[in-house]
């Protein structure tokens, strides 16, 4: 049960999080199916390139590992709950949020040992990482423009694109893939075995789910072009790279978010979506506060009621 809540969780991110990635490639024009198996690929590589410092924090720095074990099921659940609702709706939301605060939650109800410096930590390392995606998203797009203008502009363009792609789902993979590796491993899978899965998963999500809000991010947000994803890539890829050498488990697609409104707010910021940014601000609080409560009554319900 616990395994297959943790899969569902991991699928739902091909939703939400395959969305995002895929929203700063659409520019290119590249086959759908291509760049869903850029995607599955480079995503699946993160953990081996980077290690799984985040997996670790997920498992060990939340709530104390003797703890985990009996609140597991009902957090996963809640999170998934959470962020199921968020991609009905159509808002791009943290998986991160969602597990951490349901996590906090279900450990608070069962009265286990929160540990409160590595929650913080976690929430301290989103807002940090969104803010610096944005700040890297601007950077990017006043100086960029500079450096495409020295150089033949097609040729360039589409190696940087190409290279800051890679960057970016890497980054993913080394960060919010890591959430998955870690409960699977604490559940008793091996760690090829756990990235195999949680890669797998993540793929079906995109393959099924993930243009829904690639569409909304990639027209809503900002009307992205081949060089406005670019700066979008790179400022993400950064960002989150940077988390996770720190072993904190921040966001990508919030990130990426945060750096179309940076890239937005560089070339004009009457063309940036703000009604969509306001809704997905909201979720941002939204998700940590549902996570915290869903994760409680969950854990009661499973206690109380199903004598779990």
């Known amino acids: 049960m616990t395994v297959a809540l943790i899969l569902a969780f991991n699928l739902l991110a091909g939703f939400n999080d395959g969305g995002n990635l895929l929203a700063t490639l659409l520019p290119s024009r590249v086959r759908p199916i291509v760049l869903w198996l850029w995607l599955a690929v480079v995503v699946s590589m993160g953990p081996v390139v980077l290690g799984t410092h985040v997996a670790d924090t997920i498992v060990r720095r939340i709530v104390t590992p003797k703890s985990l074990a009996p609140i597991l099921a009902p957090a996963t659940a ?12 159509r808002v791009p939301t943290s998986m991160s949020l969602a597990l951490v605060g349901a996590m906090v939650g279900a450990g608070t109800a069962a ?3 929160v540990l409160w410096g590595g929650a913080l930590r976690a ?3 989103f807002v940090l990482t969104v803010l610096l995606g944005g700040f890297l998203g601007l950077l990017s797009a006043r100086y960029g423009r500079q450096l495409l203008r020295r150089f033949r502009r ?19 993979g080394g960060n919010d893939l890591e959430k998955a590796i870690g409960l699977l491993q604490f559940s008793g899978f091996a760690l090829q075995r756990a990235v195999f899965l949680s890669a797998l998963s993540f793929a079906l999500g995109s393959a099924i789910g ?8 990639s027209s809503q947000i900002l009307r992205l072009r081949p060089p406005e ?21 921040v966001s990508t697609s919030q990130t990426v978010d945060a ?3 940076g890239v937005g707010s560089a070339e004009n910021p ?7 940014v306001r809704r997905m601000i909201f979720a941002w609080v939204f998700t940590p506060v549902a996570s915290f409560l869903m994760g409680g009554a969950s854990l009661w319900i499973a206690v109380r009621l199903l004598r779990v």
């Not at 097609?154 to 993913?172: F, K």
């Not at 994803?229 to 488990?249: D, K």
């Not at 009457?270 to 969509?276: A, D, E, L, M, T």
């Open 259 to 261: 750096s179309l409104l």
């Open 154 to 172: 097609g040729a360039l363009l589409s190696v940087l694109l190409l290279l800051t792609a890679v960057l970016e789902g890497l980054a993913y």
């Open 123 to 125: 929430l301290v390392g």
């Open 210 to 217: 993930s243009w829904r809000i690639a569409r909304t991010v």
């Open 111 to 113: 009265g286990s040992q």
């Open 229 to 249: 994803a670019l700066y979008a890539q790179a400022a993400t890829g950064l960002a989150v790279l940077a988390a996770a050498a720190a072993g904190i488990p």
């Open 270 to 276: 009457r063309h940036v979506g703000w009604r969509v």
């Open 78 to 89: 809640s999170a998934l709950l959470v962020v199921l609702f968020s991609w009905w709706r």
